[in-house]
């Protein structure tokens, strides 16, 4: 998530100081993605710094509020007509963690796999029963969210079960000695080239 255009889009809304963005931004992802309030004045600072946005006089209670500029409405209209790309996500440690474990001696690739496995459907289950814990209109935004991660964690599973079938007609070739790290840094540049396509 882009908390640079997540900030855009709320005060698109209209102006907003710093915790009431935190507040709307976590109301808008139902919590999923708990923002540091830190995280907010130093995207300000960068978008105020970019002409993006800018900041208005504080308040009597010494808020300031910050108001979008047309050129962050310009910012945030490209943004929101721009497909993300898969090379423009980060990398997904838990692939590149299973190609490590089978190349590094002495790693129990099914124990990573079965453990992960076990994780990832606890977390299914927990996000299944937010879900379904409100079906009120309002709740919409951040019921979107949750289907893409109940998604993404079904795919998980659906993946880890892949890697565990082929882990049992995978037969390891002996390692020349002192390659291994050559053979780790080979399999995680596969995955890279892979999730690049």
Not at 5 to 29: I, N, P
Not at 96 to 111: C, H, M, N, W
């Amino acid at each position: 998530m882009s908390i640079r255009h997540g900030l855009l889009a709320l005060l698109e809304r209209g102006q907003m100081y710093g915790y009431q963005l935190r507040s709307a931004f976590e109301e808008s992802t139902g919590s999923t993605w708990p923002l540091n309030i830190g995280q907010v004045y130093t995207t300000l600072s960068r978008l105020e710094r970019d002409g993006l946005v800018r900041s208005l006089p504080e308040s009597e209670a010494g808020q300031r509020p910050y108001e979008i500029t047309d050129a962050g409405r310009a910012d945030l209209a490209l943004w929101f007509a721009t497909p993300i790309s898969r090379a423009d996500r980060p990398r997904d440690e838990l692939a590149i963690k299973l190609a490590l474990a089978l190349t590094t001696p002495g790693v129990d690739v099914r124990s990573v796999v079965q453990t992960q496995r076990a994780a990832t459907m606890r977390t299914l289950q927990e996000l299944t029963r937010l879900k379904y814990a409100s079906d009120r209109p309002e709740d919409l935004p951040w019921r979107l969210v949750l289907d893409a991660m109940v998604f993404q964690a079904e795919a998980e599973v659906r993946w880890l079960d892949h890697c565990e079938s082929s882990l049992v007609r995978h037969r390891p070739a002996a390692p020349a000695v002192g390659n291994g790290g050559a053979a780790a840094a080979e399999a995680v540049e596969r995955i890279d080239e892979r999730a690049r396509r």
